[in-house]
T-cell receptor
Framework: KAGVTQTPRYLIKTRGQQVTLSCSPISGHRSVSWYQQTPGQGLQFLFEYFSETQRNKGNFPGRFSGRQFSNSRSEMNVSTLELGDSALYLC???????????????FGQGTRLTVV | AQTVTQSQPEMSVQEAETVTLSCTYDTSENNYYLFWYKQPPSRQMILVIRQEAYKQQNATENRFSVNFQKAAKSFSLKISDSQLGDTAMYFCAFMKPIVIQGAQKLVFGQGTRLTINP
């Protein structure tokens, strides 16, 4: 069974540009969450999608957005990039049933975004 | 809002020793889930162990065990017979349970960098 796949693994962008990151969840998983990891702020929740609907959103500016497709694949977009957006972006998928086993989050290897 | 605190930024032990990583959290919820995740240099977060708050018995997974003190809001991880492959960042995380397909959200601590020396 394939794991969570994030593409691309590395990205270098210039300030002011926009970027789109992709996440393919484990087959059968319907929930996809995104996290930003930086040395200063640690791991912070960006948003979570289930059945193509955003169910929860963290405290990030509107430049950060996402979506989920009918096959559960998700993309996140960051517009008007700033230097502070440089981070490792992690995607996690889960079954999202009830009970602790169905909420276990499986993570991808992340996309390392560098803004110059 | 929930918060998770890991007070040990870095730890280092010799191979085969036992090490304990600390984690405290703050919540007004009565039922919740707690996790320890490992992030090796490859960057992929791997679940080490999970604990449901309403279960008094401490979770155990092979060499990994937790000491869950609900009243003290403490959730420490013990690694026995440590191995070189245990070298990684370790994150403690909190999640409110999904009752009726609610939203997933993990709240992470700042992490503890653990080094196992040969």
């Amino acid at each position: 069974k394939a794991g969570v796949t994030q593409t691309p693994r590395y990205l270098i962008k210039t300030r002011g540009q926009q970027v789109t990151l992709s996440c393919s969840p484990i087959s059968g998983h319907r929930s996809v969450s995104w996290y930003q990891q930086t040395p200063g702020q640690g791991l912070q929740f960006l948003f979570e999608y289930f059945s193509e609907t955003q169910r929860n959103k963290g405290n990030f500016p509107g430049r950060f957005s996402g979506r989920q497709f009918s096959n559960s694949r998700s993309e996140m977009n960051v517009s008007t990039l700033e230097l502070g957006d440089s981070a490792l972006y992690l995607c996690a998928s889960s079954l999202d049933g009830t009970g602790i086993l169905n909420t276990e989050a499986f993570f991808g290897q992340g996309t390392r975004l560098t803004v110059v | 809002a929930q918060t998770v605190t890991q007070s040990q930024p870095e730890m280092s032990v010799q191979e085969a020793e036992t090490v304990t990583l600390s984690c405290t959290y703050d919540t007004s919820e009565n039922n919740y889930y707690l996790f320890w995740y490992k992030q090796p240099p490859s960057r992929q977060m791997i679940l080490v162990i999970r604990q449901e708050a309403y279960k008094q018995q401490n979770a155990t997974e092979n060499r990994f065990s937790v000491n869950f003190q609900k009243a003290a809001k403490s959730f420490s991880l013990k690694i026995s017979d440590s191995q070189l492959g245990d070298t990684a960042m370790y994150f403690c995380a909190f999640m409110k349970p999904i009752v009726i397909q609610g939203a997933q959200k993990l709240v992470f601590g700042q992490g503890t960098r653990l080094t196992i020396n040969p």
